[in-house]
Nanobody
Framework: QVQLAESGGGLVQPGGSLRLSCAAS???????????MGWYRQSPGKRRELVAQ???????DYAESVKGRFTISIDNARTTVHLQMNSLKIEDTAVYYC??????????????????WGQGTQVTVSS
């Protein structure tokens, strides 16, 4: 029901920067609420882990490994989340997935929140 469109992945050298974006949209009905949006990542042989998350109230949460280097933000319409990644390290290499806890209204059916995932975007940090 909710589509999360990711952009901004790619190849960067250690110490470089990338900006990921994720836009939420619906094919039918409308978005009722964005309860939280965030980014997870997964590298080969490892579990998917939370990178950063922002709540509807603006509260942010970061993995210890990215604190001070990554910044998550949401636009004024509160449907697009950005992840600014600075001082990238080789160990940041992973597929990054956008996650959203999004409420929708379709006709007279209200869903206060369900979990959605984007397709993933590759981030490769290499010299």
């Amino acid at each position: 029901q909710v589509q999360l469109a990711e952009s901004g992945g790619g190849l960067v050298q250690p110490g470089g920067s990338l900006r990921l974006s994720c836009a939420a949209s619906v094919a039918f009905g409308r978005i009722f609420s964005i309860n939280a949006m965030g980014w997870y990542r997964q590298s080969p042989g490892k579990r998917r882990e939370l990178v950063a998350q922002i709540s509807s109230g603006g509260t942010t949460d970061y993995a210890e490994s990215v604190k001070g280097r990554f910044t998550i933000s949401i636009d004024n319409a509160r449907t697009t989340v950005h992840l600014q990644m600075n001082s990238l390290k080789i160990e940041d290499t992973a597929v990054y997935y956008c996650h959203g806890d999004v409420g929708t209204v379709v006709g007279d059916v209200l869903d206060r929140g369900s979990n959605y995932w984007g397709q993933g975007t590759q981030v490769t940090v290499s010299s």
